[in-house]
């Protein structure tokens, strides 16, 4: 079992950037792959991004390619989603989520085992 926390999270005004990041305690965090997820108010959850346990593999939502970058660090624990041109349509509660170790990388969230509690992430206009 993984425990996840994520930070970073805030308001902003679009075009702007902001990192998120999220700590995983836990003996397979390195062996697991890693997703970011979000949720508007009203909507249901979405994929964004993932990213295999070796760091070699990332998918992405189409509504984020060429604007968010999922990047981990497995001596840190830790992945991080980097988001460039936020768009108003981006605010969201962003969480953080594992799979079970050696697993194969997939959008879905019922792929994944663990989750963070999130951090809120607000763009204006």
């Known amino acids: 079992q993984v425990q996840l926390v994520e930070s970073g999270g805030g308001l902003v005004q679009a075009g702007d950037s902001l990192s998120l990041s999220c700590v995983a305690s836990g003996r397979t965090f390195s062996s697991s792959n890693m997703g970011w997820f979000r949720q508007a108010p009203g909507k249901e959850r979405e994929f964004v991004a993932a990213?295999?346990?070796?760091?070699?593999?990332?998918y992405y939502a189409d509504s984020v390619k060429g604007r968010f970058t999922i990047s981990r660090d497995n001596t840190a624990n830790t992945v991080y989603l980097q988001m460039n041109s936020l768009k108003p349509e981006d605010t969201a509660t962003y969480s953080c989520?594992?799979?079970?170790?050696?697993?194969?990388?997939?959008?879905?969230?019922?792929?994944?085992?663990?989750w963070g509690q999130g951090t809120q992430v607000t763009v204006s206009s």
């Open positions: 990213i295999f346990w070796t760091g070699k593999i990332t």
């Open positions: 989520a594992a799979t079970n170790p050696f697993s194969s990388m997939t959008r879905s969230a019922s792929g994944y085992n663990d």
